[in-house]
């Protein structure tokens, strides 16, 4: 065992973790050890006699994971992004022993006891205002994990809570597995319509895959393009069919069993702990607090954007009769069309933006944007990674170590789709200058060897995305980890990642970076213009397809969970006029940030909320005529993206921009005003 890097110091260049020594079959031995460490941890604390006290209680409890959290920090993210079956089975294995230790701490009345005991002479410790903070959260964490609950129902809450894990595990492997099994081969007659850099792509992943040929898969960057581009209406009907039937094929990866335990467990689980339903409990510990804020946003938000969905869809139809189908408009024709409407209208064709948008280029923008905004430089490191695709940077603000970046930007079969935001470290001051580590997953087409990558602009919005996240890991400055970086609410998590999204389209941004392939000119000032003119098209499009996702997430978790989630999906859209040629974002056999875990269970409207406060937060640069203004950059980092949850997230915003934004700043952000 004390071969095992997992459980050996990290010797390594700034801790990271040592990937090319750990193999598969240290994990087990690795969480066995763990588990068993972070067990006598928690006994020690719980069965401690002196007096509680902040140090031998809460701050003992922040030690007491240190390996657990190490171990899981590393497998998390490689069991996502680089799966094996040996590492799956893994996964369902580990789901139900963390649920289960989860609950026996967080149940452990002696501990909580030690808990409830520093809230009640909180005033008379002389803690300090993130002490004060840590141990309010601490405290709410226990309540709703049932530390009041009696016995019995605290038994049956355990059980809940370890059969949810493992359903969460079940339900994401089962979408990987219907990606990973679903190609579509193309001939030559296949490929009418489809850009060079499409066709590469697509070649390079059956390269990947062993075989010849272009092609497509349900990896996003692929299947979307497909659906744009494509001239063959037949098959942009077999691989729209096919991306909204992942986990719905019927069979072993079919998720509805799945689901429909979950919700009934969830809501279970809310009536232990004594709330309404499940979003009532899940919504109470967010800025949003109850489903009626939620569907007020969303409402709000909802009937502008189907008109304006309703208006684009007769001027799509019209086309699509144009070129002799005497059909109504489906939805493997939306994206088709709006494509030719993007051109018509704004002269604007993804094929003439992307060889502007290499990858490289557009890593070095977000860099460079950090740069100005918090005075971050980005050195690369010549350091082992978990993946060749994977490369490594440190950031440093002046000669000061600020933490590493790790960039994992291609598709691969075995990296489940989407893309995130993970920490193989977080940053804590409470022993010492703990630095973050953390990483971009993202599944961008790979490009043949010896050519570069080009993204779409959807793809470079994701990578700016994801860097706003990595941000608010690296920036954090708090001192106990619990509250450090993205610990903080769901619906605020969003604010620092999708704020940074505004300054891709930012003219001295895109006029620096967005170099053209192949003469290296930068993208000319009237595609500029013509970018930011475009910038709402098709936003009814895009907001109703998000919008009816967060609704039917938010209804599945209100009332009465239903027995048949996929009739009651169809229901809930049928209640709201879903236009006919418009699906959901994420059809819940696919949800899986409902359906694998907790994080955004109930909470997908989150994107939404943060958005609210993101075009505000935005709008306080344009206010000071420059996106880069000082002034305001130094307001941000100190109260959004260093702050961590060291305070509550109204208090947050609220201090950095004076007050709480309305929905019209959305409304107006989008186009829908």
Known sequence: MTQNPLLQEWNTQFGIPPFDKINT?????????????????????????????????????????????????????????????????????????FAAFSAETLMNGALFARVANLVENRDKLGLNEEQKRVLELYNRMFVRAGA???????????????????????????????????????????????????????????????????????????????????????????????????????????NAATMAETLKLRHERARL??????????????????????RELLMAVWTPARQKADRDAKKLT????????????????????????????????????????????????????????????????????????????EVKRGDE???VFIGDYFARPTKRGGAWSWRFRGQSKMDGDVRPITVNVCNFAKAPEGEVALLTFDDARTLFHEFGHALHSLLSDVTYKFISGTSVSRDFVELPSQLYEHWLSEPEVLSKHALHVETGKPMPREMLDRLEAAKNFDQGF????????????????????????????????????????????????QFNHVFAGDGYSSGYYSYMWSEVMDEDAFAAFKEAGDAFDPDVAARLAEHIYTAGGSRDAAALYTAFRGSLPKVEALLKGRGLD
């Open 401 to 403: 170590h600020i933490g």
């Open 25 to 97: 079959e240290h994990y087990a031995p690795a969480f066995e050890e763990a588990f068993t460490r972070a067990r006598g941890a928690v006994d020690a604390i719980a069965g401690n006699g002196e007096a509680p006290s902040f140090a031998n209680t809460i701050e003992a409890m922040e030690r007491a994971e240190t390996l657990l959290e190490r171990v899981m920090g590393v497998f998390d993210n490689l069991s996502n992004s680089d799966a094996s079956d040996e590492m799956e089975a893994l996964e369902r294995d580990l789901a139900p022993k």
């Open 542 to 589: 895009d907001t109703v397809e998000y919008t009816a996702s967060a609704l039917v997430d938010l209804d599945f978790h209100t009332g009465t969970p239903p027995s048949e989630p996929m009739a009651a999906q169809e229901e809930i859209l049928a209640g709201l006029e879903m236009p006919h040629a418009i699906s959901m974002r994420i059809s819940a056999p």
């Open 148 to 254: 009041n609950l009696k016995p019995d129902a605290a038994a049956r809450l355990k059980e809940i809570m370890q059969r949810l894990a493992s359903l969460g595990a079940t339900f994401s492997q089962n979408v990987l597995a219907d990606e990973k099994s679903w190609e579509l081969p193309l001939s030559e007659d296949d490929l009418d319509g489809l850009p060079d850099s499409l066709i590469a792509a697509a070649i390079q992943t059956a390269k990947e895959r062993g075989k010849d040929g272009p092609v497509i898969t349900l990896t996003r960057s692929l299947a979307i393009p497909f659906l744009q581009f494509s001239t063959r209406r037949d098959l942009r009907e077999l691989v729209l069919k096919a991306w909204e039937a992942r986990g719905a094929n019927g069979g072993e990866t079919d």
């Open 273 to 294: 702990l004594g709330f309404e339903n499940f979003s009532s409990f899940k919504l109470d510990n967010e800025m949003a607090k109850t489903p009626d804020a939620v």
């Open 318 to 393: 019209q086309m699509l009769h144009e070129d002799g189908v005497n059909d109504d408009l489906a939805v493997w024709d939306w994206r088709y069309y709006a494509a030719k409407l993007k051109k018509s209208e704004h002269d604007l064709d993804e094929n003439e933006i992307k060889p502007y948008l290499q990858l490289d280029n557009m890593i070095e923008a977000a860099f460079d944007v950090a740069g100005r905004l918090f005075g971050l430089s980005f050195e690369a490191l010549d350091v082992p990674l978990y993946h060749a695709d994977a490369r490594a940077w």
